[in-house]
């Protein structure tokens, strides 16, 4: 018998498995897919030769995760790789403000849109040098963070706390107009926050900016070595060195509850599964509560709750096999790993209120990503594996562009028409782009979703990052911890504290609240 159960083999799962199997635990943990990783994995998409990353690509919050870092995984086998620029954000016009891993071209990058916003970037880097690392840390911790929170206090000082405080709450418009003159610093920042589906003027979105930013100016945004599934690859050989187990194709259809504890599985194919001291589900909050418990088991309480949960956005992905590396106008966007792809910040705004209001955008703000760069090996010699991703509405309402889309993503034709769209949009800034594809390979919500059951509707992110479902409000209002209110059973995904991001917090801190002693 197993000491426990995991449910999902994803990065939240493992991370979790690894942890009880540290503390000397007997871990199954159980994957409904032929392989593990959930929204982590690699493989030939459009022609042989060429690896693409299925679902998630570059991971700053995984290298700079103390989650994460303290598992050593490079001792088994993954590489981290870095493109010297880790972002750009070209635009039509020739411009291009870009995030590199040098702080004087990041800066000499927006001094070129006005003057002295190159020093005012040096300032937002000593900010973040000071405070970043232990907000990251503190963060990612258990809530409420205890030492964390007092690590940041002592970091930021009596005088800054209430800055600090209101920096947290800014939208990022209203911040780029306070610390910078020039529209790059705006288009950069914005393109960082739209990350997490926060809107420019959205409270709140200059932190997720400052946060993802400062951890590429100061650790990249790197990939792992031949493909994100090499990040799983790690943590699976870490956890059977000790003794644990990862069983694919073995879907779990309900949580076995008696006594109000949770003592076990059963799959759906009808086996009963024991655990000794815990389950821990890498599932979403809904699923968890009204799919894999009984009625009798989840409180009123949460179930009202849940009928707010909100998942964030859909997500269209397009995979490219080229023919050569992407032929931008801008020789410096030629070296960034990931390329942001939108006029500036009045275009990232227009995009965020079409998906409030339920349409499909005429001109999609894309997030791409290209591999020359930063890691060869996952193309042919000379040749380039890319990718591009945006954002669909969840219901939709009607069609910002010319097509007439009415979103439905089975239909053939309009899953090449949206993909042509994404292609227009970086036709201008790389001409020659469409001529260079070999091969593409489109996924639609229903296809995320089909792939990964965590990623519903294919939002990616575990339920929006909006401050209203954060921090005492993940998953619904309460403590914003892992116990659930059956004992002995622990939510292990993004669909709780801190939130979506490959950096295994949400699974470490499952175990940690796992491995406490009972009275």
């Given at each position: 018998m197993a000491d426990a159960v995991v449910i999902g083999a994803g990065p939240n799962g493992l991370v979790a498995a690894n942890l009880l199997a540290d503390a000397g635990w007997a871990v199954d943990v159980l994957e409904a897919e032929p392989e593990p990783g959930g929204a982590v994995r690699s493989g030939e998409l459009t022609l042989p030769g060429y690896i693409h990353d299925r679902f998630s690509a570059f991971y700053p919050l995984g290298i700079a995760s103390?989650?994460?870092?303290?598992?050593?995984?490079?001792?088994?086998?993954?590489?981290?790789?870095?493109?010297?620029?880790?972002?750009?954000?070209?635009?039509?016009?020739?411009?291009?403000?870009?995030?590199?891993?040098?702080?004087?071209?990041?800066?000499?990058?927006?001094?070129?849109?006005?003057?002295?916003?190159?020093?005012?970037?040096?300032?937002?880097?000593?900010?973040?040098?000071?405070?970043?690392?232990?907000?990251?840390?503190?963060?990612?911790?258990?809530?409420p963070p205890v030492r964390g929170g007092a690590a940041l206090a002592r970091a930021l000082g009596p005088a800054g706390l209430l800055e600090f405080a209101r920096f947290g709450l800014l939208p990022v418009r209203r911040f780029a107009q306070e610390e910078f003159a020039g529209a790059g610093a705006a288009r950069l920042l914005a393109g960082n926050a739209l990350h997490a589906d926060i809107a420019p003027e959205t409270p709140g979105s200059a932190l997720f900016a400052w946060v993802l930013v400062g951890l590429g100016q100061r650790v990249g945004w790197p990939v792992p070595e031949g493909g994100s599934g090499q990040l799983t690859a790690a943590l699976v050989r870490r956890l059977e060195a000790r003794g644990g187990r990862v069983i694919c194709g073995t879907r779990v259809a309900k949580v076995l509850v008696r006594r109000r504890r949770?003592?076990?599985?059963?799959?759906?194919?009808?086996?009963?599964?024991?655990?000794?001291?815990?389950?821990?589900?890498?599932?979403?909050?809904?699923?968890?509560?009204?799919?894999?418990?009984?009625?009798?088991?989840?409180?009123?309480?949460?179930?009202?709750?849940?009928?707010?949960?909100?998942?964030?956005?859909?997500?269209?992905?397009?995979?490219?096999?080229?023919?050569?590396?992407?032929?931008?106008?801008?020789?410096?966007?030629?070296?960034?790993?990931?390329?942001?792809?939108?006029?500036?910040?009045?275009?990232?705004?227009?995009?965020?209120?079409?998906?409030?209001?339920?349409?499909?955008?005429?001109?999609?703000?894309?997030?791409?990503?290209?591999?020359?760069?930063?890691?060869?090996?996952?193309?042919?010699?000379?040749?380039?594996?890319?990718?591009?991703?945006?954002?669909?509405?969840?219901?939709?309402?009607?069609?910002?562009?010319?097509?007439?889309?009415?979103?439905?993503?089975?239909?053939?034709?309009?899953?090449?028409?949206?993909?042509?769209?994404?292609?227009?949009?970086?036709?201008?800034?790389?001409?020659?782009f469409r001529a260079s594809i070999k091969a593409r390979h489109i996924t639609m919500p229903p296809d995320l979703e089909r792939q990964n059951a965590n990623l519903v509707g294919g939002a990616i992110n575990g339920g929006t990052a909006q401050l209203h479902q954060q921090l005492v409000f993940r998953p619904v209002p309460g403590l914003g911890r892992s116990e659930t209110p059956i004992s002995r059973l622990f939510l292990a995904s993004a669909s709780a504290h801190p939130g979506g991001g490959v950096h295994g917090a949400c699974g470490a801190i499952a175990a940690q609240a796992a491995l406490r002693p009972r009275v």
């Open positions: 103390p989650h994460l870092r303290a598992l050593r995984l490079d001792q088994h086998g993954l590489k981290w790789r870095r493109s010297p620029i880790a972002v750009a954000h070209p635009a039509r016009d020739g411009t291009a403000a870009v995030l590199s891993l040098d702080e004087n071209e990041t800066a000499a990058s927006l001094e070129a849109f006005a003057p002295g916003d190159g020093a005012a970037w040096h300032r937002y880097m000593d900010h973040f040098d000071r405070v970043g690392f232990p907000f990251l840390r503190a963060l990612l911790s258990p809530f949770a003592v076990g599985v059963c799959t759906a194919d009808g086996r009963e599964i024991d655990a000794r001291r815990a389950v821990l589900a890498d599932t979403g909050a809904p699923q968890l509560y009204l799919d894999l418990l009984d009625r009798e088991h989840v409180p009123d309480r949460i179930l009202r709750g849940l009928r707010r949960f909100q998942y964030d956005n859909a997500t269209v992905k397009v995979d490219w096999a080229l023919d050569g590396p992407i032929p931008w106008t801008s020789p410096e966007v030629r070296r960034a790993g990931t390329v942001h792809v939108a006029e500036g910040i009045d275009s990232l705004t227009r995009d965020a209120a079409g998906l409030a209001a339920g349409l499909i955008p005429g001109e999609p703000f894309l997030i791409a990503g290209q591999y020359a760069p930063v890691d060869p090996t996952r193309a042919p010699a000379g040749a380039e594996t890319a990718w591009g991703y945006t954002h669909v509405p969840q219901q939709v309402r009607g069609d910002a562009g010319p097509d007439g889309l009415r979103g439905d993503w089975e239909d053939p034709s309009e899953r090449e028409r949206f993909a042509d769209r994404m292609e227009a949009q970086i036709e201008p800034l790389a001409p020659g």
